[in-house]
């Protein structure tokens, strides 16, 4: 079992930054995958950013370039730097893990990302 607790929500303007942490606990060990979706009502979750045990990232196209996803694996967390932030960001960003072996998937709770124009 892994349990995972995002911070760093908030209302930022466009143009401004802020950066979600997601703190694991639990089975940390068997994390491969972890990192970022996020979602906005009535449409699915969709993958923002995810970075593997070795390092390797993956992102969306729309965040290319503004958001930077880094892992911390001695303190178990993973963040999210989102700079150039526009009204499209808005949503609620989940943090997730996959593990290994048997690949199982983990949620947070979510936090909620809101931009105003």
């Known amino acids: 079992q892994v349990q995972l607790v995002e911070s760093g929500g908030g209302l930022v303007q466009t143009g401004e930054s802020l950066r979600l942490s997601c703190a694991a606990s639990g089975s940390t060990s068997s994390i491969n995958v972890i990192g970022w979706y996020r979602q906005v009502p009535e449409k699915q979750r969709e993958l923002v950013a995810g970075?593997?045990?070795?390092?390797?990232?993956d992102y969306a196209d729309s965040v290319k370039g503004r958001f930077t996803i880094s892992r911390d694996n001695a303190k178990n967390t993973v963040y999210l730097q989102m700079t150039n932030l526009k009204p499209e960001d808005t949503a609620v960003y989940y943090c997730?893990?996959?593990?290994?072996?048997?690949?199982?998937?983990?949620w947070g709770q979510g936090t909620q990302v809101t931009v105003s124009s």
């Open positions: 997730y893990a996959s593990t290994t072996p048997g690949s199982w998937w983990y």
């Open positions: 970075i593997s045990r070795g390092g390797s990232t």
